[in-house]
């Protein structure tokens, strides 16, 4: 009996949704999986999987699942500590990572990486496309947010802050909003992927409430956002490594501090068991420093409102 293979199966099994598909990842037969799930919920004296036409999880295989999923990617985490102290890396390693972000930040900070590791071979593709480690020929993705719970390991970089804000322009002929309550009767510009239903999520005693908000520009762009609230259309949610500049320059300013939106974190993501892990390990070691936490740029705002609470003291 060994519990790592038997939870690096079930999970497998989950994550495939299949056990044929999971045996073709494991590189066995289905007779070998079955056995191994049959044997798993013996042991444990409960089922895992309702059996069917197609293959469900029961309330206590998910329950399973979330601590297999931690357990693994303890005991990987602890072999790479290990392995990565006296590795040289080298040869390929394929990211893909988030467009706007790579543009503003991230771009000279693998640049700076490449630099430190002369025979790294990096293949870097900047998309806002959500591509699937499990099926596409990637090593590793950056991904900026709240993560969804998944067999991938993730580990965070920073934090991924956003804010409310618009140009002074705009709230000079609009007003300034006091409750979120007061957002319906002024302009968004909304991000599509995220506020598809024309409604903005904010926190309200840590629970996160919908807010209507007029519908002035939708648009799966940052860029375009980020435009559109300079040009006083209307008040957005944008992330502040995106923002950042122009808040500290007074081209916009936050609304609604109190109820910040939850931004998540910068994370970078990547499947249990991978080769190239000690070469992840390292660029998560490397982001972590030179970005920061808080990353550089909350810290200029967070500066630059102590600057000007002071002025209002004065």
Same mark, same amino acid.
């Given at each position: 009996?060994?519990?790592?293979?038997?939870?690096?199966?079930?999970?497998?099994?989950?994550?495939?949704?299949?056990? *044929?598909?999971? @045996? =073709?990842?494991?590189?066995?037969?289905?007779? $070998?999986?079955?056995?191994?799930? +049959?044997? /798993?919920?013996?042991?444990?004296?409960?089922?895992?999987?309702?059996?069917?036409?197609?293959?469900?999880?029961?309330?206590?295989?998910?329950?399973?699942?979330?601590?297999?999923?931690?357990?693994?990617?303890?005991?990987?985490?602890?072999?790479?500590?290990?392995?990565?102290?006296?590795?040289?890396?080298?040869?390929?390693?394929?990211?893909?990572?988030?467009?706007?972000?790579?543009?503003?930040?991230?771009?000279?900070?693998?640049?700076?990486?490449?630099?430190?590791?002369?025979?790294?071979?990096?293949?870097?593709?900047?998309?806002?496309?959500?591509?699937?480690?499990?099926?596409?020929?990637?090593?590793?993705?950056?991904?900026?947010?709240?993560?969804?719970?998944? *067999?991938?390991? @993730? =580990?965070?970089?920073?934090?991924?802050?956003? $804010?409310?804000?618009?140009?002074? +322009?705009? /709230?000079?002929?609009?007003?300034?909003?006091?409750?979120?309550?007061?957002?319906?009767?002024?302009?968004?510009?909304?991000?599509?992927?995220?506020?598809?239903?024309?409604?903005?999520?904010?926190?309200?005693?840590?629970?996160?409430?919908?807010?209507?908000?007029?519908?002035?520009?939708?648009?799966?762009?940052?860029?375009?956002?980020?435009?559109?609230?300079?040009?006083?259309?209307?008040?957005?949610?944008?992330?502040?490594?995106?923002?950042?500049?122009?808040?500290?320059?007074?081209?916009?300013?936050?609304?609604?501090?109190?109820?910040?939106?939850?931004?998540?974190?910068?994370?970078?993501?990547?499947?249990?068991?991978?080769?190239?892990?000690?070469?992840?390990?390292?660029?998560?070691?490397?982001?972590?420093?030179?970005?920061?936490?808080?990353?550089?740029?909350?810290?200029?705002?967070?500066?630059?409102?102590?600057?000007?609470?002071?002025?209002?003291?004065?």
């Amino acid at each position: 009996m060994n519990k790592f293979i038997d939870m690096t199966t079930f999970v497998t099994v989950v994550d495939a949704k299949s056990i *044929s598909e999971a @045996a =073709k990842r494991l590189g066995t037969s289905k007779s $070998v999986i079955s056995q191994r799930i +049959k044997q /798993l919920e013996t042991r444990l004296n409960t089922q895992l999987f309702e059996r069917g036409r197609q293959l469900k999880i029961t309330q206590s295989g998910l329950l399973f699942y979330e601590r297999c999923v931690n357990i693994l990617a303890d005991v990987e985490t602890a072999e790479l500590e290990v392995t990565t102290m006296k590795c040289h890396l080298r040869g390929p390693l394929r990211l893909s990572v988030p467009m706007a972000f790579t543009e503003h930040h991230l771009a000279p900070i693998l640049a700076k990486f490449a630099e430190n590791y002369p025979d790294l071979e990096l293949d870097i593709e900047a998309t806002d496309n959500f591509v699937n480690l499990n099926d596409d020929n990637f090593d590793a993705a950056i991904r900026m947010g709240r993560l969804t719970a998944s *067999s991938l390991i @993730a =580990k965070p970089v920073s934090v991924n802050r956003h $804010v409310l804000c618009a140009s002074p +322009k705009y /709230l000079a002929q609009f007003g300034v909003p006091n409750h979120p309550n007061d957002l319906q009767h002024h302009e968004g510009l909304l991000y599509i992927l995220r506020e598809h239903n024309g409604m903005l999520q904010l926190p309200i005693d840590g629970y996160s409430h919908s807010f209507r908000i007029k519908n002035r520009m939708r648009t799966n762009s940052g860029h375009q956002l980020l435009a559109a609230a300079v040009e006083g259309l209307g008040i957005t949610i944008l992330p502040t490594f995106l923002a950042a500049e122009y808040i500290e320059s007074g081209t916009l300013s936050i609304v609604l501090p109190q109820y910040t939106p939850v931004g998540g974190d910068i994370s970078v993501v990547y499947r249990k068991g991978y080769r190239n892990s000690n070469k992840i390990m390292t660029l998560v070691d490397y982001l972590k420093e030179t970005i920061g936490c808080p990353p550089q740029w909350d810290r200029r705002i967070h500066q630059q409102l102590q600057e000007i609470d002071k002025y209002k003291k004065v």
